[in-house]
């Protein structure tokens, strides 16, 4: 099969004028001007795109669509601790039922906007049975002991149990907040023996900062309410109590909205193998404090974007993302804010050498959106605003949204 379309942006060098991907099964075995593709492919069925610019499948790098079903369900708080109160309150109305219908919306919506791997933390992978994967997806189990952390192994062990016969999963601790240090270290412990992937919200908010680093505030009382042990409390900030913890440097971290200078001083020895997450729409949403994007990069930490969950934001669009990062960092070149929907997010999942890229050998994850060419077409794809009228995910052409 060969796909043409008015421009291919391989996100692997310049993009292509009236370029080609000829496809063989799931792979992509060639990419490169009409004319000299097709003529090595002679005979192969054609796909003719038109005034389109085709790029690689978007890769969400976090997301919970365990929670797609809570769009619009909760207003705005005054503090992010009445918001975790807002979201449980929710969230223990829902049965089994209702999130799976949850996360199998949430396929389809991420589908139609253009994105063809996931990386989902879900809190019942029990249910992960139950759904219906309509993009490449790595399933994280969410893990909480916040009321008891003698669980700890425990919670983790029945996690891994339940998650090991999917292809691609990984643990998702919560946060240090939610996840005690017995239950970081056995996640790290099963990392090592699977070779299985990390994540953890981290720093994410002023009240998490307050409780780590002064022992007082919302999140504090809330927790210690609750019957957390604060031992771990005061003194330190968030980053620093979970790199005293982490052994492994490859995490993938989301939010860190809230860095001290001295915070990076000590990320800069984990720089450049960990990866950082920013979800912008929810970081609004939750009024956080401004992300340091221009510190984060120099430090090299790789960074990738993600939607968060409905709960804190509109729709599962990466576009959306996309444009809304630009808007707060207009000066951040266009193909750069694509690199964090694509290139970035592959190299997080360990799949720099098989997704996020149009080059020979690659997965066949493509997507094509208008371009007519009046604009540049880096600023035509942010600017792309609505379903994505053609994918296609493992060499198999998607139903038109």
């Not at 421009?7 to 009409?34: H, K, L, Q």
């Not at 729709?315 to 809304?324: G, K, Q, T, V």
């Amino acid at each position: 099969m060969i796909v043409r379309a008015r421009s291919v942006v391989t996100m692997d060098g310049p993009p292509i004028d009236n370029g080609t991907v000829a496809v063989s099964g799931d792979r992509i075995i060639d990419v490169g001007e009409f004319s000299e593709v097709s003529a090595r492919h002679l005979g192969e069925e054609i796909i003719d795109l038109g005034q389109q610019a085709l790029l690689p499948g978007l890769i969400n790098a976090h997301c919970h669509l365990d929670y797609t079903c809570l769009r619009d369900k909760i207003a705005p708080q005054k503090s992010f601790t009445d918001w975790i109160c807002a979201i449980n309150a929710r969230k223990a109305e829902l049965s089994p039922d209702d999130y799976v219908s949850s996360i199998n919306d949430g396929f389809a919506e991420a589908k139609r906007f253009g994105t063809t791997t996931i990386a989902n933390l879900t809190a019942f992978p029990e249910l992960i049975s139950r759904t219906e994967a309509s993009i490449r997806t790595w399933w994280f189990a969410e893990l909480i002991d916040v009321r008891d952390p003698s669980r700890a192994t425990e919670i983790v062990d029945l996690a891994v149990e339940k998650l090991k016969s999917t292809k691609r999963w990984g643990l998702a601790p919560h946060a240090p907040f939610t996840a005690s240090a017995t239950l970081y270290r056995r996640c790290e412990e099963v990392a090592r023996n699977e070779h299985i992937l990390l994540t953890t919200h981290l720093a994410e908010s002023r009240e998490e900062m307050s409780m780590f680093r002064d022992g007082n505030g919302e999140l504090y009382d809330f927790l210690k309410s609750i019957g957390r042990e604060m031992i771990d409390c005061g003194g330190a900030t968030p980053i620093q109590q979970f790199l005293a913890e982490a052994s492994l440097p490859d995490w993938i971290l989301v939010h860190l909205n809230e860095i001290s200078e001295y915070d990076f001083k000590v990320l800069r020895q984990f720089a450049r193998k960990s990866q950082i997450v920013h979800c912008p729409r929810s970081h609004k949403y939750l009024g956080h404090s401004s992300f340091q994007f221009g510190k984060v990069r120099d430090l090299g930490l790789n960074i990738c974007l993600g939607t968060d969950s409905l709960a804190s934001n509109d729709d599962l669009s990466l576009f959306a993302e996309m444009r809304a990062f630009q808007k707060e960092f207009p000066d951040v070149w266009q193909e750069e804010v694509l690199k964090m929907a694509t290139l970035n997010p592959a190299r997080a999942l360990r799949q720099e050498e098989a997704l996020g890229k149009i080059r020979q050998g690659f997965v066949a994850d493509l997507i094509a959106v208008p371009f007519g060419g009046s604009t540049s077409i880096f600023e035509a794809i942010l600017g792309f605003d609505g379903p994505v009228g053609w994918s296609m995910i493992g060499g198999k052409v998607q139903q038109s949204a």
